[in-house]
């Protein structure tokens, strides 16, 4: 099957009634959908397990068994992220996605059988999570490494764009789905219905034949904002043919890309935190059952999901987005911590999502151009390492304050967070040396580079600044994007 689509005489659609890209890809849009199943699997067993361990499985301490579920699931794509470079360069990545979604199929299958035999000890659970955690951290950066190999460059935005939702949707999947399984049909059922996700994302992929990347002949826009965006190396030919270097290599030759990385890693100690606090809250706040856990997981997937599909035409430069993101997401987060009331509440995590889609699109899309394609798998995975360093430190930390702070301080804590992280990107430097070109001595061209940062963007092209989880989201994305 040919991955890159290529030139016919039939005339284009008309403007505005172009299918969408799963649809016109038959491809990417297969791979997809497997990836809705894979994320929205791990989401539910996530969701699922968390309110299992506060409404059931652990007394007095719940917010500390509940963070220490949520470190457990995240650890591997921190700790694997060297490996899981090397295994994307060298496999291919259709078997390597297909073994990944397999593995967590049979691990799911297990626990199922183990839970329903006999009572399942809390042990057990972590386990599973550790088990499923790992092969999603294969998983993710992999497939985001793989958009190019299913699409052709002119479509990496608009596949970008759906590659970060299923994020989204697998948090919507997961919340509607994680805890009222759990109320209905116990750790068993929620179990079963993991297995059915990976097994069929599984088969899904193996019916894809992967291509390889096409090097496209020019890129004079992707090569402009590239310069604009920080004067990186923006991955073209040249860079193209430019042998892997080491993670510390790439980071170092990519000073605009590094911050930016390092300043959503800040931001993440608090959003992702929100995983910890909403069950809390909702047990200790609210009174409430499954069903409120399920209104607020899905309001904060319902509104990422939207944000990914609508960041790429929100207007501004990189800083100036994410920084007026992260400012809405700080007030918005702050709203629980003042008024506990579930349509507010609800109304909150809505607009939180929203923002963290839109800097997961913006980023993600600004990466893809940047980071040459030999660079790419283990820059993928380094940025889901990197952002998600701090997720299993939110969570134990937010789990135990949880146990001895209300639920409604948490949520203050995580707004006045977000402030020094906003400020951080704000004052980002926009404009760097390109990686390994000579100290400039006084070019007129170098000079005259901030004047061009400030120009307006190009009528009628979305900006490509734009989870992921690796991931990167993915796995997770900039701004802790909903794993």
């Not at 899981?84 to 593995?103: D, Q, Y």
């Not at 193996?206 to 990347?213: D, Q, S």
């Not at 931001?267 to 706040?285: D, E, G, I, K």
């Not at 800097?359 to 394609?373: E, M, S, Y």
Request: proline share 8%.
């Amino acid at each position: 099957m040919t991955t890159t689509p290529t030139p016919t005489p039939t005339p284009a659609p008309a403007p505005g009634r172009r299918l969408p890209l799963v649809l016109r890809n038959r491809a990417f849009g297969t791979v997809w959908l497997g990836q809705v199943l894979t994320q929205a699997g791990v989401r539910m067993f996530q969701v699922g397990v968390s309110w299992w361990l506060i409404s059931e499985a652990v007394s007095g301490d719940g917010g500390f068994a509940a963070g220490l579920f949520m470190a457990v699931s995240t650890l591997p794509s921190v700790a694997l992220a060297p490996l899981v470079a090397r295994a994307i360069a060298r496999f291919a990545h259709g078997s390597l996605l297909r073994t990944a979604a397999a593995g967590a199929g049979a691990a799911s299958a297990a626990l199922a059988v183990w839970a329903g035999a006999s009572e399942l000890p809390v042990a057990a659970a972590y386990g599973a999570a550790l088990a499923l955690a790992t092969c999603q951290a294969f998983f993710d950066p992999c497939l985001t490494t793989s958009v190019p190999e299913l699409v052709d460059d002119a479509d990496i935005e608009a596949a970008t764009g759906f590659e970060l939702s299923t994020q989204s949707l697998a948090s919507l999947g997961g919340a509607l789905l994680g805890a009222l399984v759990v109320d209905a049909a116990g750790v068993a059922g929620l179990a079963v219905g993991c297995a059915a996700a990976y097994g069929t994302a599984a088969l899904l992929i193996a019916a894809v034949r992967f291509g390889t990347a096409a090097k496209p002949a020019a890129q004079p826009a992707a090569e402009a904002d590239a310069e604009v965006a920080g004067g990186e190396d923006s991955g073209g030919e040249d860079a193209q043919d430019a042998p892997r270097r080491t993670l510390r290599r790439l980071l170092g030759s990519m000073p605009y890309v590094r911050g930016i990385l390092l300043c959503f890693t800040a931001a993440n100690l608090f959003t992702t935190a929100v995983f910890v606090v909403m069950p809390l809250y909702t047990a200790s706040v609210l009174h409430a059952d499954g069903a409120t856990v399920a209104l607020l997981e899905a309001s904060l997937g319902a509104g990422t999901l939207v944000g990914s599909f609508t960041g790429a035409r929100v207007p501004g430069r990189p800083a100036v987005v994410g920084t007026a993101c992260l400012g809405v997401m700080a007030a918005a987060l702050a709203v629980p911590g003042l008024i506990a009331a579930r349509p507010a509440i609800a109304g909150s995590l809505l607009l939180t999502g929203w923002c963290v889609g839109v800097i997961g699109v913006r980023f993600v899309a600004l990466f893809q151009r940047l980071v040459p394609a030999a660079d790419k798998p283990a820059f993928f995975a380094v940025m889901q390492a990197v952002l998600g360093a701090t997720f299993p430190l939110a969570s134990l930390l937010f789990g135990f304050l949880g146990d001895h702070l209300s639920a409604q301080t948490l949520c203050l804590i995580q707004a006045a967070g977000l402030v020094p992280a906003a400020l951080a990107l704000a004052l980002l430097p926009g404009h760097s040396r390109p990686a390994g070109a000579p100290e400039p001595d006084g070019a007129p061209e170098r000079a005259g580079a901030p004047e061009r940062a400030g120009a307006p963007e190009r009528a009628g092209a979305p900006d490509p600044v734009g989870t992921h989880g690796p991931a990167a989201t993915p796995e997770p994305t900039p701004a802790g994007g909903v794993r």
